[in-house]
């Protein structure tokens, strides 16, 4: 192959290029590569593929997780335990860390390799021209040189210079956002004044489709020398960063961390040094005050709240590939989202239609035709239905779409071509025509297809029966209007006059201010078809017919998606390749856009933007919207609104999404129209492609992070009840009421499985009509802290501590004697002292449900799991109580009947507590709304209003 093959493919310098120069450059010819030229090409540029984006290595994933920040308090707390003389302690905690470190990893695993089953969007097969044969082949097996063929509804599998082309139109939206096809043809272009490279008609590229039309195209690149692979690569250069969840769970080991291993100096310090402790002794004190600080449960069950996060939102169509990201988009404040096809259905349906002096609305959305009709409840007759209808079946002529009804493969109707022309059939349709009878009686016998200079396209027709021709003309309104010397109105062909031509562009604005996208329709009867069907011959002396108005429709459901995401607080940033107009009549239509009005930035007013007058742009009042932007525009906008604060989400189907995907915090890609490439840089991938599966992410994303907080609450409380008895011990010289190793039996034990179903609350009602958290709100808020630390913690250790003095008492002693601190009632002490921090954390699970709403608003009964754990708790603490072994090892002994019903009278006890505490918070919430509706009063009456 020539000097244009290399990994580096100059695109635009084969554009300016001849055919016949073309093949020179390749070393191919028009008959296609021999199977030596094959061999030696493929050995040379390899397999035409998007080579996956790196990832790390299983082995270093895996170990990983022996080296967070918790782990490594693990590891010092197991090495103090074996240096205490306690190698059953040291080894316990060794199995945690393994423990939580497998679990950990296959969970993430499990989730990560899920998108492998999602379908590809680079075509598997491929038709080629191979020594003057056609050959259907791999994508994968095309090399630079191969001539593919492409035909309407084909990908493309290369970037490749088109050699033949009959009207066709590709589709770029996966590059460039735009979702009208845009026209190519063979012969070489200019390319001195091309904005992009995708703006070369002549070029067509990886991953794009054919609307229409046919052709042939040499391949100059394949795989990742493509303009798909480029994007891949510029996607692979961006870093994961840390979600939010991440950087929260970092800092709550920091601070545990930090905490624990000063509490454990400290009061090492007291026991050895105050209190006179040996040394073995004041480790093992220090390995005790620092295990009951680690809340050992917490990795495990952070995990598996996680991916039970992950299976529900599954079953909510939105698969996640990082199971930190579940909790992302509970914190999300800003969706960036594309427009076509994320937010739009991407089919194009006309809405409105005018002739001279009377507009017509067009119901139905989509490409059926069925119950779409012209005009509504206003008769449609007489010259006006004449004029509708020679309106219509013009511009269906001048249109290469087909409408295909619904087969058993398509239960919808669909269309194969160009969505724009596809639009105009299906109006003709529910007109009544019908497209085969027409193009029989206006057979097509030449096209001049569009073109961005002239902005319009012309078909010649055949009129059956005689000689005359038929000349049909689509095109930009403006420019139509220029050549029309005559106008189609209630008296017939009359000629154009400044009246009617400022008529008509009045309707064209008043179209535009809807955001409406309009083609003028005109025709022409020629006596006989011209030598050579040119466009300075036929497209003059036209008569106007009318306008059409058509748009993109939003998806259903997508208008309630963005009502709920603005009643949850999140803001909505439209960013497209399309143009302004269009994007804000959707952003209007489907509530992004409000009545403040919206600033409209383009790509190239955003380019002389600086991050400063960005970042001012974005944080100002009111909406904003950005139009004809590329994937670097779409990441330098991620980027800047993280910079204020913001969470973003960024969603997206195309290759030009992908950078943005992985600069956000969150990228959401569409499972069924996405590329692998976005897919592969998503965070989250969604099946159904519904944006408003969205809401339904962030729903289980702010409830995910209130479960985080309910049993980390849930732990923490304990950890006081287990901390005090230490504290005592040391100040007070009673005997320790909990051992290590069974401060390790609540931590790992009769706490797990309890934590776990907190794990998978159900969202607190009215979560989602609060605002989005601020992104310096922290898990271990000072409320928390306070709630577990200050509130809970303590009732919860004042009742275990009764139960602890009640044992003895039960058993003989007295105030002021001495307090045993061996034999059978120093076990009954401690067995009651673990018993009541069982009972008691039964009532606290109840309590975590809700935060600030009443258990009763959720009911004692609706998670099983959670009865599930508490029957295991309990089950797990007669096991240990009564099972002799277990007894033992724990150093318990077994409970009379008096004491089980002593537990079952302290268990509500934090249930009541917390219910008391939410009623004191519900009244002054109240109470703060009525001062402040009082206020408003007072001032709407000061006012006047």
């Known amino acids: 192959m020539g000097d244009g093959a290399t990994n580096n493919v100059d695109l635009l310098g084969f554009a300016r290029l001849s055919v016949e120069d ?74 945690v860390i393994v423990i939580n470190a497998v679990f950990s990893f296959w969970q993430e695993y499990r989730a990560e390799r899920a998108t492998e089953a999602l379908a590809q969007l680079i075509p598997k097969r491929a038709r080629v021209v191979r020594d003057s044969e056609i050959l259907e082949i791999a994508a994968e097996e095309v090399v630079p040189g191969d001539i593919i063929v492409l035909e309407e509804g084909d990908y493309v599998c290369a970037d490749a210079r088109l050699i033949e082309s009959v009207d066709l139109r590709v589709n770029l939206s996966v590059l460039n956002g735009e979702s009208t096809p845009s026209p190519r043809r063979s012969t070489p272009v200019p390319v001195e004044d091309l904005q992009s490279v995708t703006e070369a008609m002549n070029l067509v590229f990886a991953g794009t489709s054919v609307a ?61 040094g105050v209190a006179g402790l040996p040394l073995v002794e004041g480790f093992l004190f220090a390995v005790g005050i620092i295990v009951a600080n680690v809340p050992e449960g917490l990795l495990p069950t952070l995990t598996l709240s996680l991916s039970m996060g992950v299976q529900r939102m599954a079953k909510r169509n939105a698969l996640v590939k990082r199971l930190s990201a579940v909790e992302t988009l ?53 010259d006006v239905a004449g004029r509708c209808e020679s309106l219509l079946r013009t511009g269906m002529l001048c249109s290469n779409a087909r409408v295909i009804a619904p087969d058993d493969e398509h239960p919808s109707w669909r269309i194969v071509g160009d969505p724009t ?31 961005a200079v002239r902005k319009r396209m012309s078909t010649l027709h055949r009129v059956a029966g005689t000689d005359d021709v038929l000349v049909a003309v689509k095109g930009a309104p403006r420019e139509l209007l220029a050549l029309c010397t005559n106008v189609l109105t209630e008296a017939g062909e009359v000629p154009m006059t400044p009246e009617f031509a400022a008529a008509a562009m009045e309707a064209n604005d008043s179209y535009a201010r809807e955001g409406l996208r309009v083609l003028a329709i005109a025709s022409r009867r020629m006596s006989a078809a011209p030598t050579r069907p040119e466009a300075d011959a036929i497209e003059r002396e036209l008569t106007l017919l009318g306008l059409v108005a058509m748009m993109d429709p939003p998806r259903p459901e997508v208008e309630h998606a963005v009502a709920l995401c603005r009643q949850a607080g999140v803001r909505i940033v439209m960013i497209t390749g399309d143009y302004g107009l269009t994007a804000e009549s959707i952003a209007r239509r489907i509530g992004i856009v409000g009545e403040r009005g919206v600033r409209i930035i383009e790509g190239a007013r955003l380019d002389a933007m600086s991050d400063s007058e960005l970042s001012q742009a974005l944080a100002a009042e009111g909406d904003v919207l950005f139009a004809r932007v590329s994937p670097e525009h779409k990441m330098r906008v991620a980027k800047v609104l993280s910079a204020l604060g913001n969470v973003v989400a960024m969603t997206g189907d195309g290759v030009n999404d992908a950078p943005a995907l992985k600069a956000a915090d969150i990228g959401v890609a569409m499972g069924r129209s996405g590329t692998d490439v976005a897919r592969e840089a998503a965070d989250m991938v969604l099946a159904d492609d519904n944006f408003a599966s969205i809401v339904a992410a962030i729903e289980e994303g702010r409830a995910v992070y209130d479960n985080i907080r309910r049993f980390v609450t849930y732990i923490f409380t304990s950890n006081v ?39 998978v609350e159900a969202a607190e009602p009215g979560v989602m009509r609060r605002k989005p958290r601020s992104r310096s709100e922290r898990l271990l808020s000072r409320a928390v802290l306070a709630r577990a630390y200050l509130y809970l913690g303590p009732v919860q250790a004042a009742v275990c501590l009764g139960a602890y003095f009640y044992a003895y008492l039960s058993s003989g002693w007295r105030p002021g004697a001495p307090l045993p601190d061996s034999g059978p009632v120093y076990a009954l002490a401690t067995t009651m002292t673990f018993a009541a921090v069982v009972a008691t954390q039964i009532g606290n699970g109840l309590a975590q449900r809700t935060t600030r709403e009443s258990i009763r608003t959720v009911g004692l009964t609706s998670n099983r799991l959670l009865l599930a754990g508490i029957a295991t708790e309990v089950a797990l603490l007669a096991a240990l109580v009564y099972v002799k072994p277990l007894a033992d090892v724990f150093g318990f002994v077994p409970l009379r009947p008096v004491d089980w019903a002593l537990l079952a009278a302290v268990a509500p006890t934090l249930l009541v507590a917390d219910e008391v505490r939410k009623w004191v918070v519900r009244r002054r919430d109240a109470g703060c709304r009525e001062s402040l509706g009082t206020v408003l009063d007072e001032a709407s009456e000061g006012s006047g209003q």
């Open 330 to 382: 509970g914190a999300t404040t800003v969706i960036c989202t594309d427009k076509t096809g994320t937010l739009t259905a991407n089919e194009m349906t006309v809405r409105s239609v005018w002739v001279p002096d009377r507009r017509l609305e067009v119901t139905g959305v989509g490409y059926s035709p069925e119950g779409g009709v012209l005009d509504a409840g206003r008769p449609v007759a007489g």
């Open 421 to 451: 022309e596809g639009a105009l059939v299906v109006a003709a349709l529910k007109a009544g025509l019908d497209a085969a009878t027409e193009a029989a009686a206006a057979p097509r016998i030449a096209e001049v297809a569009f073109d």
């Open 212 to 272: 229409s039309g046919r052709g042939r195209a040499v391949v100059l690149a394949t795989g990742m020398s493509t303009r798909f692979g480029a994007i891949a690569g510029l996607t692979q250069s961006i870093g994961e960063g840390m979600s939010p969840l991440q950087r929260e769970m970092e800092r709550v080991t920091r601070v545990v961390a930090g905490l624990a291993t000063l509490l454990g100096v400290v009061f090492f310090g007291l026991g050895y």
């Open 721 to 759: 009840p287990e901390i005090v008895p230490f504290i005592l011990f040391v100040l007070v010289g009673i005997p320790l009421p909990l051992t290590v190793i069974q401060i390790l039996a609540i931590d790992l034990g009769t706490d797990l499985v309890p934590a776990l179903a907190l794990g």
């Open 22 to 95: 073309v093949f020179e450059r390749v070393g191919s010819a028009p008959s296609g590569l021999d199977p030596r030229s094959v061999s030696e090409r493929r050995t040379r540029y390899g397999a035409n593929r998007i080579e996956e984006v790196r990832r790390r290595s299983k082995l270093r994933a895996f170990l990983a997780n022996f080296s967070g920040l918790f782990a490594i308090m693990l590891w010092a707390g197991s090495v103090l335990a074996f240096v205490g003389g306690m190698p059953e302690l040291g080894w316990a905690i060794i199995a």
